[in-house]
């Protein structure tokens, strides 16, 4: 019922416009998307694949979007957004009919559901609006109030969040140009998402006036060169607690204040030959004097730096071989709040892949043994969001603190495409107790406190207190199209990781059989205790092909080898304890998936599937001084420092996941 | 007899050998560099996925290999996937049309949907081949809801790819009504790929009198404006004085309210 009365009160709306107007017009339209989940998790928690507490692997769902566009004259265009959000919507709910408020005694919580549940009930929100003035005068172009996505900008600096939360950033946005637009000036003021807009996930008490603003001006004076400025202010107020005279208004105060700046060139000389640099700095402020490090920015103030260069060889010796360079450096303090935290790719480097992206194997709560699909997008950030997404989508992952070179060769020879790829990294991040003798420093976020552990090593925790780390990368994409029937595309991949990470290299931290300065196990004697060693493989295997002139299908088999040395049974300290937790994970792990993949268009209609099965074993290897041990029930283990029985046999994971989706544009 | 049966054999041979290297010759045009302005105002979305460059036509060759031809349009920027198409680029999509025939008034004069260009009636188009980024499959479903009367004209490879600078695409020499490629007169249009497009678009991106996040600017906001980025004008040597000549081709003229008084009217170039 509620769409239906929210296409009634548009209706009414057009009737309102002015008639006669040449430029007048509205413009309605929408989307019908609905998602199919299907999986041998067997959970309801949402209709998504990946979201902290909200996430599932069954039921069927519809979102509704309308779309509204228009123009009221010839400098004056709108648009507007409303759409509900899967969450728990599933068909099951019947529209969200029924339900109530439950009180537990107990606990004394109230819970609703059905109608009285705002993830249940199909509500249609209002998801943004704005509206674009282009009045014709010769210092502006255009001037875009209300919802924005921000893409204009620099990743780096500012950038998007989650594709379903485009609108949910709003602010103004001046725009102009001058030298007959070959200068471009932007000028922004957004204001700051109170949800994670600040340490500790929050702008504080006071948010309303909180802000962000942005300046950008491109210059491109001939074809060959492009220039770029770009600023950043960010400005997080709170009251002051100590004005108690109301009399003249209330002071205010600081609670977080961050400048960005960068400068970008483009050069191409030649055709076969292009040259960017890119360099950013940050300067940062933080009086927020948080206790907790669960929190998206740095708990101190920092000023860093980025910087990349590109080079890109378009043409080698031959026809269809070139070469594409990139040499990188993020600082480890780089900071900026409004940075993309995901839409974005800032490195060259395919880093990590999405497989392995679970915080640990088999959290329910989460996206599942099987991971993310492909490779890791990375952001200049650790306020990274991989929350709301599906298996079939990219994982973000930080690149704060990388440095490196990357070098990407392509050669291409009739039906066959062949790309590789070197990386060789270093960190920013590589220090003995965070650089100020002080392991429990508190000024460095810890978030999952996963950094370079397990196989990924946590999406969004750059920082640890003892880091040597140095990662290498090689890769070798193939794609070849045989010429039969409608052409079958094949393709192939091999990866390669190599990462060694020696942790504590300063025996002023190792235990001295009393005491521990830093880990909590009086066991870490030696200074190969905490050394972590891994050797990982990855393969690939497809083909795809044009089934009938409205299908195509593409199965693919993907093969994981990962062998991990993560510290000897010494080191495992107290999962939640200060920096580190997660699983025992040293040994073999080995994963195989295979994948169904089609897709579908009939005249406006678009129908996608992505079937998957995953299967594999994790065989605990132990290091170090240790006693197989009885647990009580006739498994054979070890017994860490914490406590934590690890079973010294072969574990096995299955994983079936399905999503199957529909989507029809009106 | 066996003398005249050698020298069949060798003639047979060497007609074999002609056709065969006429069969893998590759005609190329050029285009200049910085002339990605449409009529000479255009201006690019202001989101930065459009990157410099990246509508900017630099060379067009065709390649006829056995049974099939080969589409590659260059571009004066690397590209780039930031919307994850996979298959090398995102942000552009092409239109080459195709005089086969090279007779005056056989053929289609009227551009597709979302183009807003009409052809000169001497070179009218018989073929068009279009390489974008999106699946065939969702561009010929487009095709056939917005443009049915020309649908069997309109050519989508199996596969678009794009690396480096240049993308391109393979048909069927035969879905093209045979032929000798070198022979046809071409005009290639540098569009972008739109996702979600207007009703009556072919899945291009619309020109307005300023540009937007997700909109070209310097043109006019109805539809009488050429949706045209860069093509191909005067002989297709990349010439300076081309500039102008596209400029010249992409000239439109619309009435007081949007509707079209002079459509941007092209030709083909040919070797």
């Given at each position: 019922?509620?769409?239906?009365?929210t296409?009634?009160l548009?209706?009414?709306?057009?009737?309102?416009?002015?008639?006669?107007?040449?430029?007048?017009?509205?413009?309605?339209?929408?989307?019908?998307?609905?998602?199919?989940?299907?999986g041998?998790?067997?959970?309801?928690?949402?209709?998504?694949?990946?979201?902290?507490?909200?996430n599932?692997?069954?039921?069927?769902?519809?979102?509704?979007?309308?779309?509204?566009?228009?123009?009221?004259?010839?400098?004056?265009?709108?648009?507007?957004?409303?759409?509900?959000?899967?969450?728990?919507?599933?068909?099951?709910?019947?529209?969200?009919?029924?339900?109530g408020?439950t009180y537990?005694?107990?606990?004394?919580?109230?819970?609703s559901?059905?109608e009285?549940?705002?993830?249940?009930?199909?509500?249609?929100k209002?998801?943004?609006?704005?509206?674009?003035?282009?009045?014709g005068?010769?210092?502006?172009?255009?001037?875009?109030?209300?919802?924005?996505d921000?893409?204009?900008?620099?990743?780096?600096?500012?950038?998007?969040?989650?594709?379903?939360?485009?609108?949910?950033?709003?602010?103004?946005?001046?725009?102009g140009?001058?030298?007959?637009?070959?200068l471009?000036?932007?000028?922004?003021?957004?204001?700051?998402?109170?949800?994670w807009?600040?340490?500790?996930?929050?702008?504080g008490?006071?948010?309303a006036?909180?802000?962000?603003?942005?300046?950008?001006v491109?210059?491109?004076?001939?074809?060959?060169?492009?220039?770029?400025?770009i600023?950043?202010?960010?400005?997080?107020?709170?009251?002051?607690?100590?004005?108690?005279?109301?009399?003249?208004?209330?002071s205010?105060?600081?609670?977080?204040?961050d400048?960005?700046?960068g400068?970008?060139?483009?050069?191409?000389?030649?055709?076969?030959?292009?040259?960017?640099?890119?360099?950013?700095?940050s300067?940062?402020s933080?009086?927020?004097?948080?206790?907790?490090?669960?929190s998206p920015?740095?708990n101190k103030?920092?000023?860093?730096?980025?910087?990349?260069?590109?080079i890109?060889?378009?043409?080698?010796?031959?026809?269809?071989l070139?070469?594409?360079?990139?040499?990188?450096?993020?600082?480890?303090?780089?900071?900026?709040?409004?940075?993309?935290r995901?839409?974005?790719?800032?490195?060259?480097?395919?880093?990590?892949?999405?497989?392995?992206?679970?915080?640990?194997?088999?959290?329910?709560?989460?996206?599942?043994?099987?991971?993310?699909?492909?490779t890791?997008?990375?952001?200049?950030?650790?306020?990274v969001?991989?929350?709301?997404?599906?298996?079939?989508?990219?994982?973000?992952?930080?690149?704060?603190?990388?440095?490196?070179?990357?070098?990407?060769?392509?050669?291409?020879?009739?039906?066959?495409?062949?790309q590789?790829?070197?990386?060789?990294?270093?960190?920013n991040?590589?220090?003995?107790?965070?650089?100020e003798?002080?392991?429990?420093?508190?000024?460095?976020?810890?978030?999952?406190?996963n950094?370079?552990?397990?196989?990924?090593?946590?999406?969004?925790?750059?920082?640890?207190?003892?880091?040597?780390?140095?990662?290498?990368?090689?890769v070798?994409?193939?794609?070849?199209?045989?010429?039969?029937?409608t052409g079958?595309?094949?393709?192939?991949?091999?990866?390669?990781?190599?990462?060694?990470?020696?942790?504590?290299?300063?025996e002023?931290y190792?235990?001295?059989?009393?005491?521990?300065?830093?880990?909590?196990?009086?066991?870490?004697?030696?200074?190969?205790?905490?050394?972590?060693?891994?050797?990982y493989?990855?393969?690939?295997?497809?083909?795809?092909?044009?089934?009938?002139?409205?299908?195509?299908?593409?199965?693919?088999?993907?093969?994981?080898?990962?062998?991990?040395?993560?510290?000897?049974?010494?080191?495992?300290?107290?999962?939640?304890?200060?920096?580190?937790?997660?699983?025992?994970?040293?040994?073999?792990?080995?994963?195989?998936?295979?994948?169904?993949?089609?897709?579908?268009?009939l005249?406006?209609?678009?129908f996608?599937?992505?079937?998957?099965?995953?299967?594999?074993?994790y065989?605990?290897?132990?290091?170090?001084?240790?006693?197989?041990?009885?647990?009580?029930?006739?498994?054979?283990?070890?017994?860490?420092?914490?406590?934590?029985?690890?079973a010294?046999?072969?574990?096995?994971?299955?994983?079936?996941?399905?999503k199957a989706w529909?989507?029809?544009?009106? | 007899?066996?003398?005249?049966?050698?020298g069949?054999?060798?003639?047979?041979?060497?007609s074999?050998?002609?056709?065969?290297?006429?069969?893998s010759?590759?005609?190329?045009?050029?285009?200049?560099?910085?002339?990605?302005?449409?009529?000479?105002?255009?201006?690019?979305?202001?989101?930065?996925?459009?990157?410099?460059?990246?509508?900017?036509?630099t060379?067009?060759?065709?390649?006829?290999?056995?049974?099939?031809?080969?589409?590659?349009?260059s571009?004066?920027?690397?590209?780039?996937?930031?919307?994850?198409?996979?298959?090398?680029?995102?942000?552009q999509?092409?239109?080459?049309?195709?005089?086969?025939?090279?007779?005056?008034?056989?053929?289609?004069?009227?551009?597709?949907?979302g183009?807003?260009?009409?052809?000169?009636?001497?070179?009218?188009?018989?073929?068009?081949?279009?390489?974008?980024?999106q699946?065939?499959?969702?561009?010929?479903?487009?095709?056939?809801?917005?443009?049915?009367?020309?649908?069997?004209?309109?050519?989508v490879?199996?596969?678009?790819?794009?690396?480096?600078?240049?993308?391109?695409?393979t048909?069927?020499?035969?879905?093209?009504?045979?032929?000798?490629p070198?022979?046809?007169s071409?005009?290639?249009i540098?569009?972008?790929?739109?996702?979600?497009?207007?009703?009556?678009?072919?899945?291009t991106?619309?020109?307005?009198e300023?540009?937007?996040?997700?909109?070209?600017?310097?043109?006019?906001?109805?539809?009488?404006?050429?949706?045209?980025?860069d093509?191909?004008a005067?002989?297709?040597?990349?010439?300076?004085?081309?500039?102008?000549?596209?400029?010249?081709?992409?000239k439109?003229?619309?009435?007081?309210?949007?509707?079209?008084?002079?459509?941007?009217?092209?030709?083909?170039?040919?070797k």
């Open positions: 019922m509620k769409p239906i009365k296409v009634v548009l209706l009414l709306i057009v009737g309102l416009l002015p008639v006669g107007t040449a430029y007048a017009k509205l413009d309605l339209g929408g989307t019908i998307y609905i998602k199919w989940l299907d041998n998790r067997h959970l309801q928690n949402g209709l998504q694949s990946n979201a902290e507490n909200n599932g692997d069954q039921g069927q769902g519809t979102e509704l979007e309308i779309l509204l566009s228009g123009t009221v004259s010839e400098q004056v265009e709108f648009g507007a957004r409303l759409k509900n959000r899967f969450n728990r919507n599933y068909w099951s709910n019947m529209g969200g009919f029924g339900g408020y537990d005694a107990g606990s004394g919580t109230v819970t559901s059905g009285y549940n705002s993830l249940e009930a199909q509500y249609v209002f998801r943004g609006a704005f509206v674009k003035l282009t009045p005068y010769r210092w502006i172009d255009s001037a875009t109030i209300g919802s924005n921000w893409g204009q900008f620099d990743p780096y600096i500012i950038g998007k969040i989650r594709y379903i939360d485009r609108d949910n950033l709003s602010g103004l946005l001046f725009q140009s001058a030298l007959n637009k070959t471009k000036w932007d000028i922004a003021r957004i204001s700051l998402p109170k949800l807009g600040g340490p500790g996930w929050t702008t008490t006071f948010h006036q909180d802000s962000a603003y942005g300046g950008q491109k210059y491109n004076p001939f074809a060959a060169l492009n220039l770029t400025g600023v950043e202010y960010s400005h997080d107020q709170e009251l002051d607690a100590t004005d108690d005279n109301t009399k003249n208004g209330q205010m105060e600081t609670r977080v204040r400048v960005v700046y400068l970008k060139a483009k050069y191409s000389p030649m055709d076969w030959i292009d040259l960017s640099l890119a360099y950013y700095h300067d940062y933080t009086f927020a004097d948080l206790t907790t490090q669960w920015y740095l103030d920092a000023k860093d730096s980025a910087w990349k260069v590109n890109d060889i378009n043409k080698i010796f031959i026809d269809n070139s070469c594409a360079i990139e040499v990188f450096s993020i600082g480890a303090e780089y900071q900026s709040i409004m940075a993309a995901r839409e974005a790719d800032v490195l060259m480097t395919e880093g990590h892949d999405g497989s392995w992206g679970a915080r640990m194997p088999l959290l329910n709560n989460e996206i599942g043994y099987g991971g993310w699909d492909d890791a997008q990375q952001v200049a950030t650790f306020n969001d991989n929350d709301f997404t599906d298996f079939d989508e990219r994982m973000a992952e930080t690149c704060i603190g990388w440095k490196g070179v990357t070098i990407v060769p392509k050669f291409q020879i009739d039906a066959l495409r062949l590789g790829e070197f990386t060789y990294l270093d960190y991040t590589n220090w003995q107790a965070f650089d003798d002080n392991p429990n420093s508190t000024d460095y976020p810890l978030l999952e406190g950094a370079g552990v397990g196989i990924n090593g946590g999406f969004r925790s750059p920082y640890a207190p003892f880091q040597d780390k140095t990662t290498m990368i090689a070798l994409n193939w794609a070849y199209d045989v010429d039969l029937g079958i595309n094949l393709f192939g991949k091999f990866k390669w990781i190599g990462e060694e990470d020696k942790r504590v290299d300063e002023q190792l235990s001295d059989g009393v005491s521990t300065p830093w880990y909590p196990s009086t066991l870490f004697r030696d200074l190969g205790d905490d050394d972590r060693d891994l050797t493989y990855m393969g690939r295997i497809g083909a795809g092909y044009q089934l009938t002139k409205d299908l195509y299908g593409k199965f693919y088999y993907e093969y994981y080898q990962a062998d991990l040395d993560d510290g000897t049974v010494a080191f495992t300290p107290p999962a939640g304890a200060g920096w580190w937790s997660g699983p025992y994970q040293s040994g073999d792990h080995i994963k195989n998936k295979y994948a169904l993949q089609f897709d579908y268009f005249s406006g209609m678009e996608g599937l992505n079937a998957q099965w995953i299967e594999g074993k065989e605990p290897d132990f290091k170090g001084d240790y006693t197989l041990v009885d647990n009580g029930s006739g498994v054979m283990g070890v017994q860490l420092a914490d406590g934590t029985f690890v010294d046999e072969t574990q096995d994971f299955a994983m079936y996941r399905l529909m989507k029809v544009k009106f | 007899m066996v003398r005249k049966m050698r069949v054999v060798m003639v047979g041979l060497l074999a050998m002609l056709a065969t290297s006429a069969w010759a590759t005609v190329t045009f050029k285009d200049p560099v910085g002339d990605d302005k449409g009529p000479g105002n255009y201006t690019y979305p202001t989101d930065a996925v459009y990157t410099p460059g990246s509508f900017d036509i060379q067009f060759d065709v390649t006829a290999k056995g049974s099939n031809v080969n589409f590659a349009v571009v004066n920027s690397k590209l780039e996937d930031p919307w994850g198409m996979g298959v090398g680029f995102a942000v999509m092409i239109f080459i049309f195709i005089d086969t025939d090279n007779k005056p008034g056989s053929g289609h004069t009227e551009g597709l949907p183009l807003n260009i009409q052809f000169d009636p001497a070179n009218a188009w018989d073929k068009v081949v279009i390489l974008s980024p699946k065939q499959a969702r561009v010929l479903s487009e095709a056939k809801i917005k443009a049915p009367d020309l649908l069997k004209d309109i050519l490879p199996n596969r678009t790819t794009g690396s480096g600078k240049t993308i391109e695409g048909v069927k020499l035969a879905d093209l009504g045979g032929g000798d070198a022979q046809w071409y005009q290639v540098m569009q972008s790929n739109e996702g979600f497009p207007a009703k009556t678009d072919l899945l991106r619309k020109v307005n300023y540009e937007g996040q997700h909109r070209y600017g310097g043109g006019n906001d109805a539809d009488c404006d050429p949706h045209v980025m093509l191909l005067g002989k297709g040597e990349g010439k300076p004085e081309e500039v102008q000549l596209q400029y010249e081709m992409l439109y003229e619309c009435d007081a309210t949007g509707g079209s008084v002079k459509r941007a009217t092209l030709i083909m170039v040919h």
